[in-house]
């Protein structure tokens, strides 16, 4: 009995449309192209370059449908643009299904109908009724490109899915906390929930068992055992080598990817022209946002000024109003002392004096405080002071007199000695 087949794999990038493809694989002859005799590494010289192509005379049988290698990236970003939440960057591109059974079914299949054409359209019908079980798992992802390959040492078929899913969207803690319900389901994308990991693998299985292996007489692997087969084994050795050389020929596939039909150079043409419309977006968007923080820290500045001339508009009132009552303080000391003044019948001098005094306090920025004590000390000291000038008035009177009694004594001696 042999077991059914069918391995799930998340891409990243778009390489492997060239494999499913068959690109630069043949000859025009229809054989296996081999490296040149002065390749690079001398160990896979005149070899061929897909081991893995045991017939290579069972190509004419090879099916497909879909999107060709070359327009792989611009299918992808039509399916995703419409979506209302854009996969991250390191998103998986595509998820492909690998489809086969065991060597013994198809050897079975073939002693059956020995017949080429009636062998292979049983298995297409085959193949066929496995997509149709991948289709109703995964209605939301849709089919981008498949193709069945007989020329390998177990025919088997590959599909590529877009990792696309139906699914409400989640709510965070907040959002339960207040009640909310989740709305309507919408398309998503995740390569992760697509497959359902090891549950949905398992019921993708089940599925394939149930409605098609039974069938067709196959049987069912162990549940969760990561079960290999040659065909899958030889498959990803030769993957992996591919990769390495399919940076060095990513180049030279552009320009292969020029015989494509006309609608897919127009069609890239016009995604070329979206993604540059959707960059100036992006650029026009980028713009308003920094205009926006901008105005933003204009308006913090503006009302920082405001708060700090309000306070300085307080603060110069304050300083005003005490201003004005030191004026009027002064003021009030120089009626007070206009009026000493007029009381002891000073003269102008005195008035004089006054004046003096006021502008001095006017000078010196008298404070408010101060006034009361100087007008204090003032009179304190001013009997003091009066006799103290009048001591030095007297003393110079009496200098002065004795100056000219001394002259009129010399006078009158000059006077009688003639």
Known sequence: MAYMVCHAKKLSGFGMGY????????????????????????????????????????????????????????????????????????????????????????????????????????????????????????????????????????????????????????????????????????????????????????????????????????????SGKDARHTDQTEWQRELSRKEKDMAEKESKLVEWTETVAEQHKDLDRRMRAVEEEEKRVEVRAVTVMEADKELKALDKKITEYKKELNQRSIDLKVKLAAAEKREDLVKTKEEDFRKVLANTSVNREGYKVMGEVIQVFRDEGVQATEVPKFWTRFFNNFPQFIKNTLNEVRAELRAAKSVKEQEHTQTNAQGKSR
């Open 19 to 222: 494999h499913i493809d068959r690109a630069e694989v043949y000859e025009k002859d229809g054989s296996v192209r081999r490296y040149p005799d002065n390749y690079e590494f001398e160990d896979r010289r005149g070899l061929p370059v897909y081991p893995e192509i045991k017939y290579p005379e069972l190509h004419q049988w090879n099916r497909g449908e879909g999107v060709p290698a070359s327009g792989l990236r611009g299918a992808w970003k039509k399916e995703v643009e419409n979506l209302s939440r854009k996969p991250q960057k390191n998103a998986s591109s595509f998820v492909e299904f690998n489809v086969s059974a065991g060597g013994e079914f198809f050897e079975g299949l073939r002693k059956q109908y020995p017949d080429d054409k009636t062998y292979f359209e049983k298995c297409e019908a085959y193949f066929k009724e496995c997509r149709d079980v991948l289709d109703s798992l995964h209605p939301a992802g849709k089919t981008i490109k498949w193709s069945t390959h007989y020329e390998e040492t177990t025919p088997h078929m590959h599909v590529l899915k877009m990792p696309i899913i139906k699914a409400s969207r989640k709510l965070n803690v907040k959002a339960k906390a207040k009640g909310k319900k989740a709305g309507p389901p919408v398309l998503k994308y995740s390569s992760g929930e697509f497959l359902g990991g090891i549950k949905g693998l398992i019921k993708l299985h089940d599925e394939l068992f149930e409605t098609v292996g039974k069938k067709w007489g196959l049987e069912r692997g162990e």
